[in-house]
């Protein structure tokens, strides 16, 4: 009798290193490189900031493409306006006088609430949170011009 022999599987650190297995892993041969896309003029200095912190850091990540460039502007966005709404609710305090005179919830508080979930949700699309960079797939660099290109 023949005994069929196991196939090892190889210890985990290995496979950390090395990633999954190539045979068994899909791969998207259409992918996009990874490329920053320009930045919007019109984000305010501020989002801007942000933007020049972190579209360079996303590239050598390998997870921001020219696609992406919507999702960044809207995290970029949001950001900012937490810390403009912040700053505003800190002045007016988070209970204003209304019209008749009682005290009421701020209303910037709901646009905060609504930055904040904003900031969430286009962070994780981007991989922003430990949680989301799990899910996040990274894509080829893009690679400048090879000198040899003009020879073939």
């Known amino acids: 009798m023949t005994k069929k022999l196991k196939t090892l599987e190889p210890p985990r650190k290995l496979r950390i290193i090395e990633g999954p297995d190539p045979r068994t892993r899909?791969?998207?041969s259409d992918e996009p490189e990874a490329d920053a896309p320009p930045r919007p003029d019109y984000l305010d200095e501020v989002a801007q900031e942000h933007w020049d912190?972190?579209?360079?850091?996303l590239v050598d990540a390998g997870i921001l493409t020219a696609l992406d460039g919507g999702n960044l502007e809207l995290y970029?966005?949001?950001?900012?306006d937490v810390k403009r709404l912040t700053q505003q609710i800190r002045e007016e305090g988070e209970l204003i006088?209304?019209?008749r005179g009682t005290l009421q919830k701020n209303p910037r508080c709901l646009l905060l609430r609504e930055a904040h979930d904003l900031v969430g949700k286009a962070g994780a699309q981007l991989g922003l949170s430990p949680t989301s960079r799990r899910s996040v797939s990274?894509?080829?660099?893009?690679?400048g011009h090879d000198p040899w290109d003009d020879f073939f």
Not at 138 to 143: A, D, G, S, Y
């Open 53 to 57: 912190r972190l579209a360079p850091a």
């Open 97 to 99: 006088e209304g019209t």
């Open 76 to 80: 970029c966005q949001a950001l900012s």
């Open 26 to 28: 899909k791969v998207q």
């Open 138 to 143: 990274k894509v080829p660099k893009k690679l």
